[in-house]
């Protein structure tokens, strides 16, 4: 059986206030990587945040294998951009702490903490403080310390986006072989195309505010470096382009659009 639990958004309603934020529904598979996709303020963080159990729904429901989202024993973890670490405790420390709240005994801890960071490519740098560390490597800390707490959805809200190409490139790899190692159930959020035809086995397209599903592009999955831009992605990447309206004119679709 899978790692990963079962995702549903059933009618979900959320609103600030008397603004509607988003009405969504949405099944996602246990193990799959579902992107979301949508306009700037559309309300991608906004259903992020619903299913960590951050806000209450206005209707509708979002479920984590049946039980409503944000429950102790639903394991949803969020990762951010900005990375959450407590800057005062070194690399393995800051891992130490997810696994101290699992409820790890003490004498296990600093050598699990050590053989997560040495799964994402830190060993050198357990002793490290936050401040001492790129930020590819601190989104890696964040990374190693989500694992600790054994989750079974990860809510990612643009984890990479503040990245330069190489180190986000290899981050992508990197989350690739994690989740095939976990099977993780994977919300993603980005604003980048390639991102989502490399990590997606389903796109979801939001309209803007409030967030509505549009339309949800499948995905070839080879999950290679650079598969995303081999010629059986463009018809995918122009169908994307065009729900957010950035598509090139009709006449330059690739064959079969
Ligand atoms: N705490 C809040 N109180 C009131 N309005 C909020 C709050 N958080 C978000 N909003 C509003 O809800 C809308 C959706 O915000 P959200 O952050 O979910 O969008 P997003 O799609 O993730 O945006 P972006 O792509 O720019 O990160 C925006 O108009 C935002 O201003």
Same mark, same amino acid.
């Given at each position: 059986?899978?790692?990963?639990?079962?995702?549903?958004?059933? +009618?979900?309603?959320? &609103?600030?206030?008397?603004?509607?934020? &988003?009405?969504?529904?949405?099944?996602?598979?246990?193990?799959?990587?579902?992107?979301?996709?949508?306009?700037?303020?559309?309300?991608?963080?906004?259903? $992020? !945040?619903? $299913?960590? +159990?951050? /806000?209450?729904?206005?209707?509708? @429901?979002?479920?984590?294998?049946g039980k409503p989202a944000g429950?102790?024993?639903?394991?949803?973890?969020? *990762?951010?951009?900005?990375?959450?670490?407590?800057?005062? !405790?070194? &690399?393995?420390?800051? %891992?130490?702490?997810?696994?101290?709240?699992?409820?790890?005994? @003490?004498?296990?801890? /600093?050598?699990?903490?050590?053989?997560?960071?040495?799964?994402?490519?830190?060993e050198g740098f357990f002793d490290?403080?936050?401040?001492?560390?790129?930020?590819?490597?601190?989104?890696?800390?964040?990374?190693?310390?989500?694992?600790?707490? !054994?989750? !079974? *959805?990860?809510?990612?809200?643009?984890?990479?986006?503040?990245?330069?190409?190489?180190?986000?490139?290899?981050?992508?790899?990197?989350?690739?072989?994690?989740?095939?190692?976990?099977?993780?159930?994977i919300l993603f959020v980005t604003?980048?195309?390639?991102?989502?035809?490399?990590? +997606?086995?389903?796109?979801?397209? $939001?309209?803007?505010?409030?967030?509505?599903?549009?339309?949800? %592009?499948?995905?070839?999955?080879? @999950? @290679?470096?650079?598969?995303?831009?081999?010629?059986?992605?463009?018809?995918?990447?122009?169908?994307?382009?065009?729900? $957010?309206?950035?598509?090139?004119?009709?006449?330059?679709?690739?064959?079969?659009?």
């Open positions: 059986m899978s790692a990963g639990a079962h995702v549903r958004l059933e +009618g979900l309603k959320l &609103a600030f206030g008397d603004m509607p934020t &988003a009405e969504v529904d949405l099944d996602v598979r246990p193990g799959e990587i579902v992107v979301l996709l949508g306009p700037s303020g559309c309300g991608k963080s906004t259903i $992020l !945040r619903a $299913l960590a +159990g951050l /806000l209450t729904p206005t209707a509708g @429901r979002a479920e984590v294998d429950g102790a024993d639903t394991a949803c973890a969020m *990762v951010f951009q900005e990375d959450a670490l407590l800057p005062w !405790r070194s &690399a393995a420390r800051n %891992v130490e702490y997810a696994l101290k709240l699992r409820g790890v005994p @003490r004498r296990q801890r /600093l050598q699990e903490a050590e053989e997560l960071l040495a799964q994402v490519g830190l490290h403080l936050p401040g001492q560390l790129s930020g590819g490597m601190r989104q890696r800390v964040q990374l190693a310390r989500t694992l600790a707490t !054994r989750p !079974r *959805v990860m809510l990612m809200d643009e984890p990479f986006g503040a990245l330069d190409a190489q180190t986000r490139s290899e981050m992508q790899q990197l989350l690739i072989s994690v989740w095939r190692q976990y099977g993780t159930t604003h980048d195309v390639d991102e989502a035809l490399l990590l +997606g086995d389903r796109v979801v397209l $939001l309209s803007p505010r409030p967030a509505v599903v549009r339309g949800i %592009v499948d995905i070839p999955g080879p @999950r @290679r470096p650079g598969a995303q831009f081999e010629p059986e992605f463009a018809r995918r990447r122009y169908e994307i382009l065009a729900s $957010l309206g950035d598509a090139p004119p009709a006449e330059l679709s690739p064959e079969g659009a």
